[in-house]
């Protein structure tokens, strides 16, 4: 299928709009692979796009900030270089007003991810007033540990006796796009209830993912599964923040305990 998108192709880019440029990838593909059947947990996909323009109905271009908000359980998600191509073909077309074009977003990407998709779009005065944030918790990057397995190894993970609730994150984490082998980075947060994860085997295990091909949703959701399997918490989330690329970050999340994730766009982002 992967062999269909417009990954790793030369590209023609089309600046009038343009809605068969959205490629719909299956999340069976990935999660059929780590046996996810039945889903233990909720959760969705945050994008944010910084690059979306159009022109309004005197040809004056326009510009703002967009939020989508992709659930988990849509069949679908959408591949990230044909989502942007889609963006950029609003960059001559003449939209009446900002409702219309949020209609047309949540319209488009709900049809091509098979369930509801719901847009917010920000003026530019707007988003200058979101604050930058961080994560809160213990980070792990400062262990001393050592390291050399780049591939991913679940087997690092473990938990003493001790019960706790935690959250906790780390910085190190980096994979590749399934298709060019593009470095995806981004910002990890866990947050738990249940036997305390050893540190150091947790962050080999996040260091583990360095050589790793996968979306990042199938990332985080391999996290997830990974967690659950070896360390059995009562509860979880695990949140990715990845730094954008092409003017598109993605933020998965997923949760068997929480539903309604911030927003909050880190300094590295």
Same mark, same amino acid.
């Given at each position: 299928m992967l062999d269909q998108s417009p990954l790793g192709k030369q590209t023609t880019y089309i600046t009038t709009y343009s809605p068969e440029l959205l490629f719909p990838i299956p999340r069976t593909m990935a999660r059929n692979k780590i046996g996810l059947t039945s889903l233990p947990f909720t959760g969705l996909d945050i994008w944010n796009s910084y690059e979306l323009s159009w022109l309004d109905q005197k040809g004056k271009p326009q510009i703002a900030f967009a939020e989508f908000h992709f659930p988990y359980d849509n069949p679908n998600i959408v591949e990230s270089k044909s989502f942007k191509l889609y963006l950029n073909s609003f960059n001559q077309t003449k939209i009446g007003s900002l409702a219309e074009l949020n209609e047309i977003l949540e319209r488009d990407l709900s049809q091509v991810s098979l369930g509801p998709v719901t847009v917010e779009l920000y003026s530019s005065a707007d988003f200058k007033k979101q604050p930058m944030r961080e994560f809160s918790g213990t980070c792990l990057d400062f262990l001393d540990i050592e390291t050399n397995a780049y591939h991913v190894s #679940? &087997? +690092?993970?473990?938990?003493?006796?001790?019960?706790? &609730?935690e959250s906790i994150y780390s910085e190190?984490?980096?994979? =590749?796009?399934?298709? *060019?082998? %593009? #470095?995806?980075?981004?910002?990890?947060?866990?947050?738990?209830?249940?036997?305390?994860?050893?540190? &150091?085997?947790? /962050?080999?295990?996040?260091?583990?993912?360095?050589?790793?091909?996968?979306?990042? &949703?199938?990332?985080? @959701?391999?996290?997830?599964? !990974?967690?659950?399997?070896?360390?059995? #918490? @009562?509860? /979880? *989330?695990?949140?990715?923040?990845?730094?954008?690329?092409?003017?598109?970050?993605? =933020?998965? +999340?997923?949760?068997?305990? @929480?539903? !309604?994730?911030?927003?909050?766009?880190? =300094?590295? %982002?």
């Open positions: #679940p &087997e +690092f993970l473990s938990t003493s006796s001790d019960y706790v &609730e190190l984490l980096k994979s =590749n796009c399934l298709a *060019t082998g %593009q #470095p995806d980075w981004g910002t990890i947060y866990i947050r738990y209830a249940g036997h305390k994860i050893a540190h &150091e085997g947790l /962050l080999k295990y996040i260091i583990s993912y360095r050589k790793h091909s996968g979306f990042h &949703e199938d990332c985080v @959701e391999k996290i997830f599964y !990974d967690i659950s399997t070896y360390c059995k #918490p @009562e509860k /979880l *989330t695990v949140y990715a923040r990845y730094v954008r690329r092409g003017g598109l970050d993605i =933020n998965p +999340f997923r949760s068997n305990f @929480e539903t !309604d994730p911030v927003n909050l766009r880190l =300094n590295r %982002q």
